[in-house]
């Protein structure tokens, strides 16, 4: 099929050859064939592994990886079932335009008041100044809200005629779908069914009201590049040279970094630059203060997002391993407490082996700071906690333990040993006595998975400086080196407010509660951790930003990124992420000011509470121009 063009708009475009498809009127319509746009020498594989090769839109899913319209969620994820946000839909169709061919406005204005910082926001924009792209009644884009498949109908006609240049009309006129009827995007349905880019969900009917999913959004934008292709309006481009797009990977400018080996593309990216040292820091912000809290009694929070799931865990408090499955970030703390009273999990029933077994209030046998990664069909978690074989320096006795489970939210039986315990023991020096022979100590654990699939443990060691390391891990969960691998740096002990007092002078002072996200529009890791005590008002929020898993960084000497504030404090233990939506997020815990570290009132009241931000990053591809703050 081609597209359909209006006598007047074929003869303005008279010297270019569309042949025209006439539907009959009421025929059931039929998806058109993706075969032009989307077969390629030497065949091709998106690298998801949740898109089941029986998916029928798995070769669609291909087709437009392949293009460089989509990157997926995450490295190896592209939420083939998730329902595609209006947000989404607004970066799908940029790039459906600038990969095939075209051009949309370049620096255009703020379309929208409700969409600034988020990932999408750049195409949002260069989607309004094109007419593309129009808001709700009361001014706002919604960018979070799922669209619909009217709304989808609209975006995808419009852009087409944008693509094209000329405006596509249905033909024969026929009404494809009794469902529409009155509809606003009704016409636009039509059209859309009339190309063959949609079909309905049944003969007669559409579903408008009905959201669309990621997998069938794949090929509505396959479909639409056979389209452009077949009408000679684009073309088939040639196979990358890149491996980024091997581990579905989006990198379109100089500073990404080398490629992880792959057999089938070579040891690395010859299209790719590397920095010749740390990146650029970039603008982030300084002395943040928390927002309201949102999770009841959660203190060093992580958070584990499986598919669409978002699953949260937190240390010790009334159970060993607190889980909570995750439906909205916006739940209130008082919600959040009911829901926690009425139901709470323990995601780790069983102490380990290897932990003190003492009760608290000496808190010897809670578990702090889980931290959980799904390998393979199993869900693998990480934590810290106190060895009970400690006999020379109770103060630095904490190792980190693993623990598997089948399910997300456990229960998970935990190793006998732990599986680091930091650096090799020494013996006693600088004030310290000698090490416990297990190591030198090691806690706060947190799993990365790189976008090449590689799995690290950022980790917080003891009896040095060079607090914050990162490890890497083996497939099956375990430190390659062994229980005292020597971890690569990535930040040590360095400035004044290091100490979490920020006065201006640092007496003393440890990091911990290291957590890193991929950026994926400059390229780098940011790096967050934790710096001062704790259990006080002077603990405090550190930034820095990665080239590497492995570094080098660049921290921000200038201050904390978060620092406490005059109803909360202590902000710490933040972990960044990436929400089923692809967009970056963090959680975080503070004390209720004047009552860190108490207990009294009702339970979990003076606990750490925690709280979700927004990672909001402008949007550019420079690392040096980036600004990164909390949303």
Known sequence: MRRFLSLVAVAVVAAVSVAVHVPVAGAAPQARSTTSACTFPGGFEDGFADVATTNAHEASIDCIVYWQITTGLRPGVYGPSGTVTRGQMASFLARFVEQSGGTLPSNPPNAFPDDDGTTHAANIDKLAAADIAGGRPDG?????????RNQMASFIVRTLEYRLGAPIEEGTGADHFTDDDGDTHEPNIDKAAALGITGGTSDTTYGPRLPVRRDQMASF????????????????????????????????DSRCRPCPTNPSIGASNPGCQTWPGPPPLGDPAVRQTPNAPRVWDNSD????VDGQNVYLFGSTNN?????????????????????WDTQPRNAMPNLPAWVDPSGNPAGESDIWAPTVA????????????????ATTDEGNDQCIGRAVASSPMGPYAPDAQPVYCGLPPEGAGNGLPASNGFGRGALDPQVFRAPDGALYLLVAITRTEANIGVLRL????????????????????????????????????????????????????????????WQTSSYNTGFARCATPTGPCTPDPRGPFLKSGPTRTGPGGLTAFAAPDGSLRAVYAT????????????????????????????????????QVSLG
């Open 301 to 304: 929070p992580s958070v584990l």
């Open 591 to 626: 004390w209720l000011a004047g009552r860190e570290n108490q207990s009294g009132g009702n339970a979990g009241e003076y606990s750490r509470q925690s709280h979700w931000a927004r990672i909001v990053v402008t949007a550019t591809s420079d690392p040096a121009a980036q």
């Open 319 to 339: 159970v060993r391993v607190p889980v909570r499955q995750i439906t909205s970030f916006d739940q209130s703390l008082a919600d959040s407490k009911r829901a």
């Open 221 to 252: 934008l396959a479909r639409s590049l056979a389209e452009l292709v077949d009408a000679g309006e684009a073309t088939v481009p040639a196979r990358p040279a890149r491996c980024d797009l091997d581990s579905g990977i989006e990198r379109t």
């Open 374 to 389: 799904r390998i393979g069909s199993q869900y693998v978690m990480w934590f810290g906690a106190h060895h009970r074989d």
């Open 140 to 148: 706002r884009f919604a960018p979070e809200a799922p669209v619909t």
């Open 474 to 533: 083996g497939a099956d969960g375990s430190v390659q080196g062994g229980r005292n691998a020597t971890p690569t740096v990535l930040q040590r002990l360095a400035y004044p407010w290091h100490d979490g007092t920020d006065d201006g002078s640092r007496r003393g002072g440890f990091l911990e509660n290291p957590s890193m996200v991929f950026e994926p529009q400059t390229g780098s890791y940011l790096l967050f951790y934790s710096a001062g005590a």
